[in-house]
T-cell receptor, first 115, second 113 residues
Framework: AQTVTQSQPEMSVQEAETVTLSCTYD???????LFWYKQPPSRQMILVIR??????QNATENRFSVNFQKAAKSFSLKISDSQLGDAAMYFC????????????FGQGTRLTINP | DTGVSQDPRHKITKRGQNVTFRCDPI?????LYWYRQTLGQGPEFLTY????????KSRLLSDRFSAERPKGSFSTLEIQRTEQGDSAMYLC???????????FGPGTRLTVT
């Protein structure tokens, strides 16, 4: 079974600075998807960025980018120019390409933005 | 695209009572998922529907839990004889199909007293 580990329960960053959230995962599969989801307080989960395992190029979405290291099974999220609205729980998630294609989530990292 | 909706948003019930939650997916989405999220943890998969067929269930889904998706539209999740350990946020997500993103609803927060 796949597992996802986020070793940073909490992180904080100054507004406009850059922060990196860590994620490692374990799988025996060679093809899969990885995601970062954002869950603001009392609001629903939204997708931040996704990475297909077969792609060597790291995904980017505006101020959000990932560092995908397939051999090391590492998938970190970098947020540049942090904004107050980035404050949320961030979840790393793995999705198999088989069966239900359910998401397997990490424990989450609570990100605080200091003005 | 009105998004995934869930009802109710909050439910407080006494131990031993039955509760039912509803999820309305995005209209053209044929895949529907239920997840459970306890405080301070990431969501955990409960069950999955493709159209009206329930194709996968987690071992987390005990005999007290049942889910349906009649006619492949909305879905209901029922918990019978609730226990305090059932207190959690129950999340619904839907997707258009293979390799498409899962869109999440706002969740139903269940508190069992």
């Amino acid at each position: 079974a796949q597992t996802v580990t986020q070793s940073q329960p909490e992180m904080s960053v100054q507004e406009a600075e850059t922060v990196t959230l860590s994620c490692t995962y374990d799988t025996s599969e060679s093809d899969y998807y990885l995601f970062w989801y954002k869950q603001p307080p009392s609001r629903q989960m939204i997708l931040v960025i996704r990475q297909e395992a077969y792609k060597q190029q790291n995904a980017t979405e505006n101020r959000f980018s990932v560092n995908f290291q397939k051999a090391a099974k590492s998938f970190s999220l970098k947020i540049s120019d942090s904004q107050l609205g980035d404050a949320a729980m961030y979840f790393c998630a793995y999705r198999t390409l088989e069966g239900a294609q359910k998401l397997v989530f990490g424990q989450g990292t609570r990100l605080t933005i200091n003005p | 695209d009105t998004g995934v909706s869930q009802d109710p948003r909050h439910k407080i019930t006494k131990r031993g009572q039955n509760v039912t939650f509803r999820c309305d997916p995005i209209s053209e989405h044929n895949r529907l998922y239920w997840y459970r999220q306890t405080l301070g943890q990431g969501p955990e998969f409960l069950t999955y529907f493709q159209n009206e067929a329930q194709l996968e269930k987690s071992r987390l889904l005990s005999d007290r839990f049942s889910a349906e998706r009649p006619k492949g539209s909305f879905s209901t999740l029922e918990i019978q004889r609730t226990e305090q350990g059932d207190s959690a946020m129950y999340l619904c997500a839907s997707s258009k199909g293979l390799l498409y993103e899962q869109y999440f609803g706002p969740g139903t927060r269940l508190t069992v007293t």
